[in-house]
């Protein structure tokens, strides 16, 4: 027996080992899964709070009352405050957001609108079809060219309205939808127009808490937004740094949590470094043209004369530009679009680099010896102006380059300027909107000093009424060489690929998916 008992001792004591080898085994296994993790949260869904902090080299003067808001980039300080009726989908069709559903009508000249229902505004005020109304109606006194066309609007009822139009146009809807941001009607009539432009009161998943001019915003999130369980951060702060390598010095400090509009350099540098999460604009709508436009419509400037427009092109290696200054992070443009996009027109020939072509032309039109002017530009585009101002030097023309903020520029597009001034264009998803919102009689950028063309204008017309997408699209087409072969109206010069980077744990943002001005704030959120 006790040989027996002996036995069972060993037994008990091996399987003791065993077992005490497995929770060594199993601990280990569960430390080892523990550290895993962090690496595999983000598939786990998002998590609430936090502040994301956007490191931004532009300005912005007007936060509350967009009819005033010239300037694209708006739209992206924007965004987590005031909603519009409509965003664009992945293939760059414009789809509802505010609103429910739409219905276009050719025939008979209308756009119906159907609003959701249960928004509020931050000011617990209704939106509805009425609020919509105002908004539209306020672009319209403030002569945006986006709305052009609608002759009235009726409500049918508190949540769908009517645009009757004067005739079709194709752009209307799009335009209407996405550049239209909403704000509060109540808000803007209570306090008035100065008070909101410093006040932006909107649908958005945030508020604005805090702005301080030429510094910083800061944004804390809407407890009562409308999509339920959103936003999943608690603030949003832009950080306004104008030098770039301040602002990358300040990100590679962490300092920051996205960085946009460094120069190529630091892209790279950053890129390579494999620390951060990287995008460019390459496969998205809304890729950056960076051109000159010229006071032609001036009969006392030089650019007046078709031919000093042309030389200008012809005396500067655009491509060159791209692969020098950018670094290869853009594509040399002769118009608006750039190729393997849908509305680039491969039969418009532009100017080619030929500085003895140049020289020709500028002697043809009364310059032998050339002649003095200006280019006025942002200091974040002078790297890209530097190098146009060496190349016409070179043909006669003395350049003097002139730096201005963002809020004089958008006061001088908007007004007249004296030579040339730095012109940006989106590769946004519609050609007809883009080129009606630029370079059309009506438009607000540009108008006052440019020349219009009966031909340009009656294509730009044509883009807008057509009765289908094909008429359209070919109509755009032969507005694009009209535009840049028969009349040299702007300096296409290059397309920026662009890129912005951010920090690994930021996730779901969406800058640069879809179109470069929009982004989702109710979305975003971080891995902790």
């Known amino acids: 027996m006790k040989k027996k008992s002996g036995m069972a001792k ?66 992206f300080f924007v965004q987590p405050v005031l909603e519009s009726l409509g965003r664009y989908d992945a293939s760059g069709k414009i789809t509802p957001w505010l609103a429910e559903s739409w219905q276009a009508n050719p025939k008979e000249k209308t756009i119906t609108i159907k609003l959701k229902q249960g928004i509020k505004f931050q000011d617990d005020t209704d939106f509805n079809a009425e609020a919509v109304k105002w908004n539209i109606e306020e672009y319209q006194k403030a002569k945006r060219p986006e709305v052009n066309g609608i002759q009235s609007i009726d409500v049918i009822d508190p949540y769908t309205l009517r645009l009757n139009l004067e005739q079709w146009d194709s752009t209307l809807l799009e335009n209407v939808a996405y550049y239209v941001r909403i704000v509060s009607p109540t808000a803007v009539q209570k306090n008035g127009k100065d008070w909101a432009i410093k006040n932006p009161v909107g649908t958005g998943p945030f508020t604005l808490a805090s702005w301080e001019r030429d510094v910083s915003m800061k944004f804390k999130k809407n407890e009562k937004y409308w999509q339920k369980g959103k936003p999943y951060l608690d603030s949003i702060e832009f950080v306004l740094i104008q030098d770039r390598n301040t602002a990358a010095n300040v990100f590679k400090s962490g300092g920051g949590d996205v960085l946009t509009q460094m120069d190529a350099d630091t892209f790279a540098e950053l890129e390579k470094s494999g620390k951060y999460e990287t995008r460019t604009l390459e496969k998205v709508f809304g890729a950056l043209g960076v051109g000159i436009a010229f006071d032609n419509g001036n009969p006392n400037s030089p650019f007046a004369n078709l ?10 290696d655009a491509d060159a530009i791209t692969k020098s200054v950018l670094r290869g992070a853009g594509v040399p443009a002769n118009q608006w679009y750039t190729p393997g996009t849908r509305f680039y027109n491969p039969d418009v020939k532009g100017y080619p680099y030929d500085p003895e072509k140049a020289k020709q032309l500028l002697a043809e039109a009364g310059y032998p010896n050339g002649f003095k002017t200006t280019i006025s530009a942002e200091q974040v585009t002078m790297n890209i102006m530097t190098a146009v101002q060496s190349y016409l030097a070179k043909v006669g023309i003395e350049v003097q380059l002139i730096t201005i903020d963002r809020a004089k520029w958008s006061a001088l597009i908007a007004d007249k300027w004296d030579g ?12 007809v909107v883009q080129h009606n919102r630029v370079l059309s009689k009506s438009s607000a950028l540009y108008a006052k000093n440019i020349i219009h063309p009966d031909n340009v204008e009656k294509l730009l017309n044509e883009a807008r009424t ?33 890129g912005f980077v951010f920090q690994k744990n930021v996730q779901n943002f969406g800058m640069y998916t879809v179109n470069a001005f929009d982004w989702n704030p109710e979305d975003v959120w971080k891995q902790k």
């Not at 060594?24 to 899964?33: H, P, Q, R, Y």
């Not at 040339?420 to 050609?431: E, F, H, K, T, V």
């Not at 008429?471 to 920026?496: G, N, R, T, W």
Request: neutral net charge.
């Open 307 to 316: 031919k000093v427009r042309q030389a200008v092109m012809h005396a500067v």
């Open 466 to 498: 057509a009765p289908d997408v094909e008429s359209s699209d070919k109509a755009i087409k032969e507005a694009q060489k009209a535009i840049i072969d028969e009349h040299a109206m702007y300096f296409p010069l290059l397309v920026q690929k662009g």
């Open 420 to 431: 040339m001034i730095l012109m940006y264009r989106a590769l946004g998803p519609s050609a």
């Open 10 to 75: 060993s037994i008990y004591l091996s399987l003791a080992i065993c077992l005490l080898i497995s929770v060594i085994l199993s601990a280990c296994s569960k430390e080892a899964v523990k550290q895993e993790q962090p690496n595999h949260s983000a598939s786990s869904g998002p998590t609430y709070g936090g502040n994301l902090k956007i490191i931004w080299i532009d300005n912005v003067t007007n936060m509350g009352y967009p009819p005033e808001q010239r300037v694209t980039t708006n739209l």
